[in-house]
């Protein structure tokens, strides 16, 4: 088993950035894929980025791309979620999650944090 705790959420304004953390108890960090998904009021939780358990993979929504940067370090059991040039669009409860295996799909991970929310102003 494995127990998330994400931070780092705010608010920030429209085209500001900020870092998100999810810090995972237990010896086995590293065996796990870490995902970050968002669900937005009113909309599904959608999946926005995933690294392998090296590090050597990472996994983008298009609607990210080039805007966040998902990683990792095994040594201090943390994921990242850096967020730059934040939009109107990415408003959103962010959830990191893990499991075994690679997925972009929420339903395919056994394990998630309890979310943070991340707010944009205009």
């Known amino acids: 088993q494995v127990q998330l705790v994400e931070s780092g959420g705010g608010l920030v304004q429209a085209g500001g950035s900020l870092r998100l953390s999810c810090a995972a108890s237990g010896r086995t960090f590293s065996s796990y894929v870490m995902g970050w998904f968002r669900q937005a009021p009113g909309k599904e939780r959608e999946f926005v980025a995933a690294?392998?358990?090296?590090?050597?993979?990472?996994y983008y929504a298009d609607s990210v791309k080039g805007r966040f940067t998902i990683s990792r370090d095994n040594a201090r059991n943390t994921v990242y979620l850096q967020m730059n040039s934040l939009n109107p669009e990415d408003p959103a409860v962010y959830y990191c999650?893990?499991?075994?295996?690679?997925?972009?799909?929420?339903?395919?991970?056994?394990?998630w944090g309890q979310g943070t929310q991340v707010t944009v102003s205009s």
């Open positions: 999650a893990a499991d075994r295996l690679y997925s972009t799909r929420s339903f395919e991970y056994a394990y």
């Open positions: 690294i392998r358990r090296s590090g050597g993979g990472t």
